[in-house]
């Protein structure tokens, strides 16, 4: 607790300066009395957790009180001040003396309803509107015509009232930089979208049902970030005409999966890409092309590692392709997922000497595997998931030569007879988080050695969470994990300080005693 200490006495300074500067500010800003004078409320409370930090049981008390009150007072002062500088008119159902003539920037937060006349010096106003969010339910939004100055209009939580015909005139707004939709009832883009020439963001995330785009998309050569509802066929001529294309999510399907496998290699600036195969390559697999669309599709993605790739979400057929190499080139990939399961770990994954955040979903884990994942030196958030039983002999050790920067793992079995893997001393040394799912009859099956995972080994370890499947389970196995999970917190060196969780799933479907099973199984056949 020294650095605690030395931090007390460092912040105790800092803090009473600016306690007593907001005093002076009281006095200067008026209008905003009431969020000063919690704001120093707050600050005492700062001042009073740093002196109990030896004490976690205060802090836990503190924390709770804090999270209640501190969201909600920075937002009230934030209002204040953007309404007094007026750099945002936010609309939230209270009741206006005045609404500055003049508005750059509304967020509408509530109905429409409540404050027409408000939405009606919008439209007045509307050659100097810059930014529109609408977060309510209006009966309607101002028609988009002579917007001249909007570079956002974020309809995103507009939900079910939006349709075609209140999106009719967006080729009017040739400011527009960002553009995100959300309904159900928008089935179309108009045509008109291609005269966007300044688009950069276009999100229809929430769109679902759209199903194509226009051909004018092509036109938009600025725009940098495009993402839509998987449902949308994707017109595959788009990827050779737009070379801005920084972010691409989420590709379910294309009208013509060869062309788009191959000209997706063209988009050298692309950052963050997810692609869903099954459907992507569907319309290759009724050709007979599926081989050589997958050979186009690695082809053009080992081509973008090269590049500027960082975020990389995929399925586990294209990764198994993708990262056989044992010299894969993706030197800037930092983020990667693999949606579905593979066999087992890529031998060119312990390559890729860059990548901070993975999830993978394996069926065949052994010593060779843990230790392609183990050299992966940038690792610092690892989901894995393990189906089948994955190991021939002794279960996968996690030593002290690997995950030397790990800090966060999400683990999960199924199907996996004990524990899956096991932690040796010295293993995970950074290890903050650790979150383990598993079932409890697997875990307790008669063929595994030890339920011991060797959790009092992670010697930084701070939060636990622990989910037990107790589906087909008796009491007694769910009681025994759980048992288990407490001996390792009973032996860990950081017990005292670290925080435990652990919850059962399913617990209905728990028996009571092994002959309740037997006779459930017997019944069952």
């Not at 007045?124 to 101002?142: Q, Y």
Request: charged residues 25%; aromatic residues 6%; proline residues 3%.
């Amino acid at each position: 607790m020294t650095g605690v200490g030395a931090g007390t006495g460092a912040m105790n300074s800092l803090l009473g300066k600016l306690a007593a500067l907001l005093g002076d500010q009281y006095r200067l800003l008026k209008r905003i009395r009431k969020e000063v004078e919690f704001l120093q409320r707050e600050i005492r409370r700062m001042q009073a957790l740093l002196k109990t930090l030896a004490d976690m049981h205060k802090l836990e008390e503190l924390e709770k009180d804090w999270k209640c009150n501190v969201h909600d007072m920075v937002l009230d002062i934030i209002k204040s001040l953007s309404d007094e500088e007026n750099f945002a008119t936010v609309l939230s159902g209270r009741r206006y003396n005045s609404v500055p003539s003049r508005i750059r920037r509304v967020s509408v937060q509530s109905s429409g309803r409540e404050h027409k006349e408000a939405i009606h010096t919008i439209i007045k106003s509307k050659i100097h509107v810059r930014s529109l969010n609408v977060f309510g339910e209006m009966e309607k939004i101002p028609p988009l015509v002579d917007f001249h100055s909007l570079r956002v209009l974020d309809l995103g939580h507009a939900n079910w009232w939006l349709d075609n015909k209140d999106i009719k005139n967006i080729g009017s707004l040739p400011q527009l930089r960002y553009l995100r939709l959300h309904s159900a009832r928008i089935t179309e883009l108009p045509e008109e979208i291609g005269k966007l020439q300044h688009l950069e963001t276009l999100d229809l995330r929430e769109c679902n049902s759209i199903r194509t785009l226009p051909s004018t998309i092509v036109q938009l050569q600025k725009l940098a970030r495009l993402f839509f509802s998987r449902r949308l066929v994707l017109p595959a001529d788009m990827f050779g005409s737009m070379q801005a294309l920084e972010e691409v999510s989420d590709i379910g399907d294309v009208d013509n999966a060869l062309k788009f496998a191959k000209d997706l290699g063209c988009l050298r600036r692309l950052r963050k890409l997810s692609i869903f195969h099954d459907t992507t390559l569907g319309r290759a697999t009724d050709g007979g092309h599926e081989k050589s669309c997958l050979e186009l599709l690695v082809s053009s993605l080992s081509e973008l590692g090269k590049y500027k790739l960082q975020y990389l979400h995929i399925t586990g057929d294209i990764g198994i392709h993708l990262f056989r190499d044992p010299c894969s080139t993706f030197s800037h990939l930092q983020d990667l997922e693999l949606t579905t399961v593979i066999t087992e770990v890529p031998k060119g994954m312990a390559s890729l000497a860059s990548i901070v955040t993975l999830d993978i979903k394996v069926r065949i884990f052994d010593e060779e595997g843990l230790y392609r994942l183990m050299g992966m030196p940038s690792l610092v958030h690892l989901q894995l998931k393990l189906s089948t039983p994955s190991w021939v002999g002794r279960k996968p050790t996690v030593g002290s030569n690997g995950f030397k920067l790990l800090k966060a793992f999400h683990y999960k079995t199924q199907d996996i007879e004990g524990t899956g893997i096991v932690f040796a001393p010295g293993a995970m040394p950074l290890l903050r988080r650790l979150h383990i799912h598993w079932t409890a009859k697997d875990v307790m099956s008669g063929h595994c050695d030890s339920i011991d995972l060797g959790i009092e080994h992670l010697s930084s370890l701070a939060h636990l969470q622990v989910e037990t499947d107790c589906d087909a389970a008796t009491l007694g196995e769910v009681e025994a994990v759980e048992g288990s999970v407490e001996k390792a917190v009973a032996l860990h060196p950081n017990r005292h300080t670290l925080q435990v969780h652990i919850r059962r799933e399913y617990e209905y479907y728990m028996y009571e005693d092994h002959k309740e099973r037997e006779e459930m199984l017997n019944i069952l056949g």
